[in-house]
């Protein structure tokens, strides 16, 4: 009632930021794009700044394993980096929309931020399932709008070219067409990965590698793994609550099957 | 049209409250957190003041089965209690929303009375589902965000270490999240059941018994399995009214087999 | 974007009414109410003085199967009789909302147009199905809120008492719910039917018997069974098209089974 | 937040229009109404004008197979044709609304644009699915509402009488009825297909036959099913896509065996 479906609340002040770029990794196949940034700026030592609550996001608050009962919201959370070069903006969150227009409307809100920040540059990350188990090293593939900063990408070693690639679902995709359309160029990066796996350390590091290359920035891989194993704990959680969100989205189509529900 | 989505309608003007305290017991797994406030506010006597409206609930009536064709609107209903140290209101309702964004809405319109009423402190309630049918007495877990709160609780025997518990769905989460935005601290207690039960008396009594602890009230238990027997009856038709309607959403979704339906 | 979710269009210039009276008969079980008031209006040359559209509908126009492809749109509509005693305002419909937010937002329409008419009193119409064809005259149940109008209905036959209903689904319900609390007191009149049926005369003769009883008019039955079987053509075509709209509510969902589909 | 949910952008000036008529040809059964006018747009040579982007439709970007790794939003188009007896307005699409409300939305959103072009008439255009596989030419069944304009397309070879058809969903059928209202006339030819087809070619030139022989121009068809063809390679990604939306339309409903899926 007294508030708008979708919301950002500012946590903290943004200093002015150096020619930012936004790096966003929200959950998608093999948690990919959420594992990239979640290491990233905890390796940056990145500063949260906002968070966006939504009533398009699952109509739940998560219990924090790591702590006893600590409830918290579902929610997207912005962070900043002052870099070298350049400032890094990174958006990392626990879901995205569980209802159609959510999705529009939440990228508006993030677009909103950006412009906001005066961002014109954008890296999305998300995951490729090619349906195979490989013990090659993960290829990110690449998609965008901008043919000079794809080129970029495609010049340290992303794939453009012929991907078989269809669609892009959610806000990664959404991002970069919606964000080019108010002057914010971008690009898409998804790592390869096998889809049969929660998630995809190797593909994450590939991912990684990516972007730390573009920014021209170095990071510490070798707590890539642990960081990964652990996580995977929390994505569990999420992932069955989200299959069981799916089939009856409220209170009422609770299922006696469903032991380790709370309502 | 000329409604609002969601809206409260006071029914009878409150008293002042001294230090309220917002106890919640919606419909939910065991239906023990709206089996504990519908005990708890016919032993206290509690005065009805309001009801919530919302179009994001389930799109019936209902008829209650102890008088002859009365029909009663599908609500969340709030009452007040007078009490020695401290006032309560209490939150009981027939349903939680069945849209996926109605819950945010239908907490936020909560939150709102909460505020107007002088409420910093809350009690939300739900079941937790072990999955194990057992004869010992149901522990009592718990969730918060506020430290001090949950250690009081911790203190008179609720559970808030290695619960194995993920999430919480509905309102009882989202209040406490929501709620601590606003300034109002919460706990959200979950009976201990096994999921396998329409409903459950000796959850709903170690609950209970929580409650009272806390606020250091006595109330006569010896009517509780009686009592919920009786709802009992009124919970098969709300549970079999909701996996009804979860399928198909609309008059059209009707089907022959559905017996007893009526259009 | 120019239009609003639900609105009604006056198409004719409603005289001053007389104790007006409104009968609902929108499509449910065994299309008792929605054929009820069809004949209803027919043997009573009803004038039509409003429609009601809305995006709550389902996204389809019908075709007239008397007329060569000749398009109409989903609508509710108005009609009125000018009586001796009182006047009647009948509310027929192809359809109710396929959305659960919609069908609060229509009757709440519903509900405007009755305000703004005058109407104090309703009659809305449904079925219940027991499940068990018999070769007895179908009862009529009843339900309601005002004791009063409820005992009128009891003494000229309608069963209100130990009837197994447990709720009623749809607009039948909530206009008398939402109705009352708008000052507008209604009994909600249900055939029973064996839920077997895609029509049921008997039932809808049974109800149609309490409806002239009450109002203390006569009509012409002898045509019932003759109409009832002409407009199953349309319920069928209908009833097809619900279960077709209700898995994949786009046309991005049309499957190559669903033969007939027109897109 | 900042966006409306379905909004139209002019991406070009659009000169004064002498008579024009709108052919709609949006997705669905055999894709026939959209390969149609993207064939005639080709042939034409028609101008895009416009673009309606709708928070209702599926949330996902498309990419160019033509092009490696760029990326289209989905979107409506909006084209114009100088034409020698009178003006055309094409609108072409890779998809219609995945909500309910969304359908009634984009179809006022289109409408509002054709009364803002001063345009009177339009023919939409769809499939109609037999369930047979025959070497007959395909017939050409029509809908409309203005008797007049039915005649015309009678005489030049469309099936008015006994088509069993019993609905029209989407938009196709939705802008004759809410256009009709608004004051623009208007006939839905339905290609005759089996329902068997990703695309029918033939059909398809059926249904263009009918529409240059009313306009009184003429196109070459003999590229059509070469188009068609290549055309077909972006429909099986669209259709892929839409079945994957339909289950779980969140980014939490991804599944591990929807390869290929990126997230």
Redesign the interface.
Known sequence: ???????V?FTEKVPALKNPILIEG????GYI?RNAVGYLLDELKAVKFAEIHS??F??????D?KK??????IKNEFYYVKGKARDIVILIGD???????????IV??IL?VCVQLGIKEMITL??????VLTEQKPRV?????DQKM?DSFEKIGVV???????????????L???G?QKGIKGV?L?GETS??LLSDPKSTESVLEIITKYLGIKIDMSKLDAKIKEIEKIIE??????????????????K????????
């Open positions: 009632m007294s508030e708008k479906a979708t919301e609340i929200l959950p998608g196949i794009g009533h398009h699952p109509f739940v608050v998560l219990l394993p006893n009962g600590v409830i918290t919201p879901a995205q929309s569980i209802t159609p227009e959510g999705h529009y409307q508006d809100t909103d998300g995951g490729f399932a090619t349906g593939f690449g998609a965008g709008i794809m453009f070219k012929n991907t078989n690639i269809g669609q892009i679902i959610g806000a990664s995709g959404l970069i067409s919606i080019n898409c998804m889809g049969m959680k999420i992932e069955s609550l989200q299959t069981k969100i799916a089939p009856g989205a409220s209170a009422g189509g609770k006696k099957e469903e032991l380790g529900y709370i309502g």
